[in-house]
């Protein structure tokens, strides 16, 4: 996905399978690391990192510190605020994908 158009679809469809997991249940970031690559998206600690806090300082998701054997650990959950950004979202993305006819 080297161009532009293709990047930034993939930014927005990566920040979409946050909130949709985020509404689902807490999760931690290396669990979104590795959720995220069995979908195929690559993605580093330092990309990933960034994108939550983006989406923490936009209102989309809040984080938890919990102690897990000995080590904290920030878990990750929709807020209201978030949880309408996600409808918006999907009926965004299924009238652009029944526009564009891949479905």
């Given at each position: 996905m080297k161009n532009y158009v293709s990047k930034r679809l993939f930014q927005g469809l990566i920040c979409i399978h946050i909130l949709h997991h985020a509404n689902k249940e807490p999760f931690y970031g290396s669990w979104m690391l590795e959720e995220l690559?069995?979908?195929?998206?690559?993605?580093?600690?330092?990309?990933?990192?960034p994108i939550l806090h983006s989406l923490e300082k936009e209102g989309f998701i809040k984080?938890?510190?919990?102690?897990?054997?000995?080590?904290?650990?920030?878990?990750?959950?929709?807020?209201?605020?978030?949880?309408?950004?996600?409808?918006?979202?999907?009926?965004?993305?299924?009238e652009l994908v029944a526009e564009i006819g891949i479905i």
């Open positions: 690559s069995e979908h195929g998206y690559t993605l580093s600690p330092g990309t990933l990192y984080h938890f510190d919990k102690n897990v054997n000995g080590k904290i650990r920030k878990y990750y959950t929709i807020t209201e605020m978030g949880k309408e950004q996600l409808m918006e979202s999907k009926k965004y993305v299924s």
